[in-house]
């Protein structure tokens, strides 16, 4: 079996280890699993409900193997003023599949399991692919540019998982980094929030507005935008906030303002359009303009419209996760 690399990356993403198990012993493994978004980007695996101890993954040679997927990806965005032509975007993804740690006990009894194969749909919408180079094959012969086909290196995913669970004796899931990849984006259209920043220096005041707009053309679906959070530093010797608008929170050691909205959609009031207002006094003026630092996370949805489908028999998806969340998400003046 031959594997090759889609496109030449050129965009830098950091290797991350191939497998990230989740412990937590206690529960069956034939239960269903729920993908839970947890540390820096990553989906773990936890289970809902109660059950009476662990057992044993028992399956025939002729039954389907489940499998679950999740998609990941995280927007960098860099807005210049009230200028929509000079927003830079940048999107970067990963696709990680999950597999039950009872698989491991299966492929034992299983040497020469069926190939999991897979789809990932609408895949003209990415500009780089790196495929796990030690796991995952595809021709690089396409006929069709809005789906890709993969298949994974069973021998070499049959021993990493080995290595894994003996490692990790007391893991229920395997999370295996699959794919990795750049989505081609289209400037200020492909940012979820749209961001406008504008401030007025004085010597003894400064005004500070931000304006915001939710944009649904960016995702798939439109889903809300949670925990947004909205951070600016304010120099210049701030002795007083003296208007604020909506309510934010001033940390005076660190000289800088906090808005915290908890979510922004379509259901949000004007439609997720609004604007943050604040006035400082200052001692110490002018202020010097700062890059206004937003953070948000998604759930539901991704912003490169990508999904992903079994080809052939052997396997089946229990699960497909989509989430994407802000990276660098930077407006200035």
Not at 62 to 83: C, I, R, S, W
Not at 197 to 204: E, H, K, L, T
Request: one cysteine or more.
């Amino acid at each position: 079996m031959t594997c090759s690399v889609t496109h030449t990356v050129s965009f830098s993403l950091p290797l991350l280890d191939l497998s990230h198990p989740a412990s937590t012993p206690g529960h069956t493994e034939n239960e269903q699993p729920s993908l839970v978004w947890f540390d820096r980007g990553k989906f773990y695996l936890t289970f809902e409900g109660s059950s009476r101890g662990p057992s044993p993954l028992t399956m025939g040679a002729q039954d389907t193997l489940p499998v679950a997927a999740a998609f990941t990806e995280t927007v960098n965005a860099y807005f210049k003023g009230a200028d929509p032509n000079k927003c830079i975007v940048k999107i970067t993804g990963e696709m990680v599949l999950s597999f039950p740690a009872g698989i491991t006990r299966h492929f034992a009894n299983n040497p020469a399991p069926a190939v999991l194969t897979f789809r990932v749909l609408n895949f003209n919408r990415l500009e780089h692919v790196l495929p796990n180079p030690q796991l995952l094959c595809c021709d690089n012969v396409q006929s069709d540019s809005n789906s890709k086909e993969f298949w994974v290196n069973m021998p070499n995913l049959m021993t990493h998982l080995k290595k894994v669970s003996e490692q990790k004796p007391q893991a229920t899931y395997y999370n295996v980094d699959m794919l990795k990849y750049q989505v081609s984006a289209q400037g200020i259209q492909s940012t979820p929030l749209n961001l406008a920043v504008s401030w007025r220096c004085d010597p003894a005041s400064t005004d500070l507005r931000i304006d915001y707009k939710y944009n649904t053309e960016a995702m798939t679906a439109p889903v809300a935008l949670n925990n947004v959070q909205f951070l600016v530093p304010v120099d210049g010797g701030v002795t007083k906030l003296q208007a604020v608008l909506p309510p934010a929170v001033w940390n005076a050691e660190q000289q800088r303002i906090l808005w915290k909205i908890p979510d922004i959609s379509q259901k949000s009031e004007n439609g997720g359009v609004g604007s943050l207002l604040a006035r400082f006094q200052l001692a110490e003026g002018p202020s010097s303009p700062a890059p206004l630092a937003v953070q948000f996370t998604s759930e539901g949805s991704t912003l490169s419209s990508c999904d992903i489908e079994l080809v052939g028999a052997g396997y089946r998806f229990s699960l497909i996760k989509k989430r994407f969340a802000a990276g660098k998400y930077l407006a200035d003046n």
